[in-house]
């Protein structure tokens, strides 16, 4: 280990179109690529990362760096919009609460002015704070390989540790995340050692009210599991009921109850087993907030 | 006309900067050259020619090398330097003790490792890129030993044994049990102090291991020169003490070493000693033949040096009537596995805790420091004062609520202050104090904090928790004193008359990013009524100026300035020398005034202003008729060592729920004596005080037991220490600097870097009593450990 400097010998190279990068991905073997290289780097000067011969840097590729609202009124991410610029964006703010709360959790201002969200999801850590978000607002994400393109659910594409459901010759494109409906609510919370620090654990609740019920409740978790946990099961049943304090605190205990947390140098099990609970509670009960319900 | 061009309009200050300067903030010196990156750092050095050096760590924390294959290493162009090419020559690298309290346990590079991280070989070669692909090349054979973690382990019978034989000065020692340094101190009658007393408090405290995180990582520049002597360039506390090592390690005069006076990003006490990078450094160059850079690396320099950890068992006694009648400090030091040295760490914890209250006299300190298989301690901002100060501040906080002493008036019974004797640092350096900040401090700081308002945690209820603490603490200002003791302490500073009328100031003295180049500036500038923009800092190496022990101890100020305001006076004097004879006047009856208009200082006739001359009128006069520079170094000691004085106001916030800690507020004061430039002490105060709050909340460095390494790895990734979103909002972090002057001081001035962390973590953890109404004996004080203590608590009730 040296990080000083990357002792590791690779081949750069740059594509400036992405049928080019497409290209080197369906022909060259161990590529890795470069979106902002805060993951990427220090894997490479912590000896993290053994095959890797070929760098490729996509931050030429200009369709890939945008980010705007589409024809259909969903937001469009593009693989390297750096954090920065994503998480300041007003449309992400009004629509997006959690993921704009997210990205600003995020690490620290010169990391956030390096990172994007599509190297928060190829890297695939279960701490990606960006995960998340994207998997409660039902984020697609976009995947293109000289074969074609296809979209996988966010829900779908984190499979174990630094592990995506991406194949090796498909480069992530970006994310497409459909408009949340009227009188929905979210939110995001995190707990870190210090605020440029990642999460001891996080949470997510996108939730769609109507009148005093909840129409839709989707929540997903970080640092608790060896990937990105999306809570589909227990999001799912708050479905059609009343929404009470009582019933914001006995889900936040099923949280808590269901998670199995490890411990690190981070923090305890204990500590993050409990956390998830209070941060459950305390997430509900603001995105239920913002939705424009009231508590019973 | 030639040589009288300097007019107010050219200066890049205007008239501003043509008047006493002390007191007011001013433009920093190295500060354009900072911001605009195009200060030369040592890792900025380039010799042509030179080659580049990596350095092998040990990857067991206890092993012999049995043996290495270099030739692999050899065969791709590098130079390799092992066990067998080193001077055998055992060494301390810190040398402001006097080598009689100095003990010495290492060579360059050790045939034995004795941490993970420990250095053992190293290479150089015409790349950085390919020296450390010989660095891969080199074939070690190691026989792993067993490794002890835990002091107290390792003073167990049949502990794995790091040392056989260390050396104190020249004598030769058996190390029994690891065991490395037992100091005691007893002053008066403990036990007849706590006999007075109608109650002794007694208990444990602890602090953890943390890093000193400065910017930089050591680098180091040496360069054979073709007559045998060597050129260094490197991170140096002390130029001369860098030149001393290496002269002994490589058996040179001094005259055949130069070391170059550098900017340094940061110390924080890392490099009060020669950095272990540079001894190989030289090595390197010296059998190569070629000069040889050397950068560490950031994992490289987490293994070099931690700050002492350390446990106190504490034994104080108090009357009814608010007296504390008597004190005991117990020790255990877990130094890790070379001495930097705990033997004057010891001696001086003991100085900060005897100098914190006057115990009626009766102190004990007994210490015990201990090695084990882990990266060694070096000073770390208050070299023990922070530790002890923990202990100690903590139980007085604990005396106060118990027996209803108001925390203020407590303290202020029962404080060294005014006429008291002071132990600068140990036993052995003892001054008389001559100024005090702590009473202003503590009785408007309580006002301004609006402190007799916290209220008892006992009434406070709901989620969050607020609560406020006060501690006091301080440093002293070098380690002077009446007579010589154990610690090292002089300075020197040349100061000269340019033909012009400007003038260089020379001093070996460093510079940490405190601002202390710009305090010898402005004390030069003062003395000779020379607008400041006049006074240049000229470069400095160990050829060009005297002795200087080393920018520790928060001294720069007040010896470094001291010396220079010495050298400053006695030119002066030879200044109304010549220029009483060029206006045939008396020196005597001669004074320097500053000239805004004409932007030079003046030596014009007391009561008498009207006749003058400028000081460029003088020098061009000199020079014009071959009278000579005038010039004047000097080699100075200070006679005491003033403790600076803070004391802490600590609101903080508890999440009942996380465990998290938030600091709504926070109030500092401290006593630097005359402030040489305002905004550069309240600035050590606040970024001393987000230090120490990485001390109290964030940061340890637990070692891994299986493999002896740090669980970081020394990488800061897993090190987090806080930055300005932990640390209160601006306008509710309130610094106040005590109305004082230090008569001994140049201008009044004391010292601050070290006192501005002394109090931090006690007056954080009182604080968290008053609001929760538990005392945590052990720093960090985590969430996780915040919460866990709740629930004991809840347990118990």
Known sequence: MNTRFLEKEYDYVKPATLDEALDILAEKENVKVLAGGTDLIVKLKTDALEDMDIMMDINSIDELCGCCINADGDLVIGATAKISHLEKNDDIKAAYPALSEAMHAMASVSVRNMATMGGNFMNASPVADTAGPAMCYGAQVCLKSKKGERTIDATEFFLKPGVTAAEDDELLTGFVIPKPADNTGAAFVKIGRVKSDIAKVSITAVMEREGDTVKSCRLAMGS???KPLFLADIGAGLEGQKMTEELIMKTADQIRDFVKPIGDHGTTAEYRKEMSGLIARDCLMEAWKRSGGELA | MYLNHLKPENAPHGEEYCTSMIGKNTHRWDGPAKVSGTMEYPSDVYVPGMLYGAVLYSPYAHANIVSVDTSEAEAMGAVCLTYEDVPKTVYNERSVSTPAGTYRDRIILPNKARHVGEPLMAVAAPTEELAYKALHALKVEYEVLPAVYDPEEAMKDGAPQLYDKIFLDEEEITVKNNVGVVRNIYEGDVEEGLRQA?????????VGRIYQAQLEPKAA?????????LTVWGTCQSIHACRQLLGFLFQKPLSKINVKKM?????????????????????LAVKSGKPVKICNTREGDFYSHN?????????LGVTNDGVITAGEVKALVDFGAHQIQPLPYMGCTAGWFASLYKYCGNITFEGTAVYTNKTPCCAMQGYGNPQVNFAIESMIDEICNEMGFDPIEFRLKNIRTIGDEFWAQGPTVRSIIKSSGTEEGLIEGAKKFDFANRGKFEDKTGKIRRGSGVARGFHASGTGGPKPGEVIDYSFATVKINEDGSVDVLTPVTDHGGGTWDAIRKIVAEVLQVPLDLVGLSPADTMNTGYDVCTHATRGTYCGGGAARNAALRLREKLFVMAGEMMDEKPDDLEVVMDPKQHQGCVQVKGYPEKRMTINEIARNAWIWSRGTLVHSESYRQKNAPPCFTVHFVEVEVNMETGVITLPRVLIYGDCGTPINPDLVKGQLVGAFNRGLGYTMYEWLPTDEETGALLNKGLFVDYKTPT???????DNLQVELCKCYEPSGPFGAKGIGEAALASVQSAISNAIYNAIGIRFHEIPITPERVLEALKEKEAQA
């Open chain 1, 224 to 226: 608790v599991a060896p």
């Open chain 2, 198 to 206: 109608d109650r002794v408090f007694e208990d444990d405290y602890s």
């Open chain 2, 221 to 229: 520049v040496v360069k054979p020169e073709v007559d045998g002597s």
């Open chain 2, 263 to 283: 900017p340094f990003g940061g110390g924080f006490g890392s490099s009060i000693h020669v950095n272990t990078v540079i001894p190989i450094c030289a090595a």
């Open chain 2, 307 to 315: 700050k002492y950890p350390t446990k106190f068992h504490v034994r």
């Open chain 2, 724 to 730: 300005a979103y932990e640390m209160p909002k601006v």
